[in-house]
Nanobody
Framework: QVQLVESGGGLVQAGGSLRVSCVAS????????MGWFRRAPGKEREFVAA????????NYADSVKGRFTISRDNAKNTVYLQMNTLKPEDTAVYYC??????????????????WGQGTQVTVSS
């Protein structure tokens, strides 16, 4: 199975920036659309952002639009989430996930087959 490993989480003050990364194993990485999801304490998992395998199209949740940027470097088998102007409500465990539909940017978590272990992002006031 495809393995996804997130990194780059940490503690940051409100208004600051952080970039989390997800490294995927397997030659099929470039054939998958990739997404970022998050789960805040006491809340349900929610969609954050998604990107097609070629990077031609992206999709963002309204709560992060204009602040977060998803990108990928297929040569490095890596997808990134650049998070700017962070807010305390962004505090969550962030997960990357792979969608076999390479041309899609779906926010439906059930369409993502492979998931990473998550990386903690904490935004202080």
């Amino acid at each position: 199975q495809v393995q996804l490993v997130e990194s780059g989480g940490g503690l940051v003050q409100a208004g600051g920036s952080l970039r989390v990364s997800c490294v995927a194993s397997g030659r099929a990485f470039s054939s998958y659309a990739m997404g970022w999801f998050r789960r805040a304490p006491g809340k349900e998992r929610e969609f954050v952002a998604a990107i097609t395998w070629g990077g031609e199209s992206t999709n963002y949740a309204d709560s992060v639009k204009g602040r977060f940027t998803i990108s990928r470097d297929n040569a490095k088998n890596t997808v990134y989430l650049q998070m700017n102007t962070l807010k305390p409500e962004d505090t969550a465990v962030y997960y990357c996930a792979a969608n076999p539909s390479s041309w899609a940017v779906s926010g439906n978590s059930r369409l993502y087959y492979y998931w990473g272990q998550g990386t903690q992002v904490t935004v202080s006031s």
